[in-house]
């Protein structure tokens, strides 16, 4: 009974899918078995880290009411960049909001660009 509302609920009894495309991936690199990888050169930044810290830039400065003091910078650990959010002592509670859900939303919007890049970024704010 349950499974059938479900079907009902999303439309399963509408139109039968037909079979998904197949996966395009990457080739990987040729390697020997057993022969040691080399480690991996650090990349430059990818190009969407710096306008992802201009997008983080505008929406701190529209939120705190000393937007001269805002400062960003790129920390990168790793396979992570991290955009380091310095401010007024007084503005960083506007810039993390209530419960956290300010800096929560603009972590998830800046995660979610990134990672349409193939680049893992996150914010954080720093507290000196």
């Given at each position: 009974?349950?499974?059938?509302?479900?079907?009902?609920?999303?439309?399963?009894?509408?139109?039968?899918?037909?079979?998904?495309?197949?996966?395009?991936?990457?080739?990987?690199?040729?390697?020997?078995?057993?022969?040691?990888?080399?480690?991996?050169?650090?990349?430059?930044?990818?190009?969407?880290?710096?306008?992802?810290?201009?997008?983080?830039?505008?929406?701190?400065?529209?939120?705190?009411?000393?937007?001269?003091?805002?400062?960003?910078?790129?920390?990168?650990?790793?396979d992570l960049s991290i955009i380091q959010i310095r401010c007024f002592k007084k503005?960083?509670?506007k810039v993390i909001g209530k419960s956290g859900k300010t800096i929560s939303a603009?972590?998830?919007?800046?995660?979610?660009?990134?990672?349409?890049?193939?680049?893992?970024?996150?914010?954080?704010?720093?507290?000196?």
């Amino acid at each position: 009974m349950a499974f059938s509302f479900l079907k009902k609920l999303f439309g399963a009894e509408a139109k039968e899918a037909g079979p998904l495309p197949p996966m395009v991936d990457a080739p990987a690199p040729e390697e020997a078995p057993g022969e040691p990888t080399a480690p991996r050169e650090k990349a430059a930044p990818a190009p969407c880290l710096k306008s992802l810290q201009e997008f983080v830039a505008y929406v701190v400065t529209s939120l705190v009411d000393k937007p001269e003091e805002v400062s960003l910078s790129l920390a990168e650990k790793e396979d992570l960049s991290i955009i380091q959010i310095r401010c007024f002592k007084k503005d960083i509670g506007k810039v993390i909001g209530k419960s956290g859900k300010t800096i929560s939303a603009l972590r998830a919007l800046v995660s979610s660009v990134a990672a349409r890049s193939h680049v893992r970024a996150t914010v954080d704010v720093l507290d000196e």
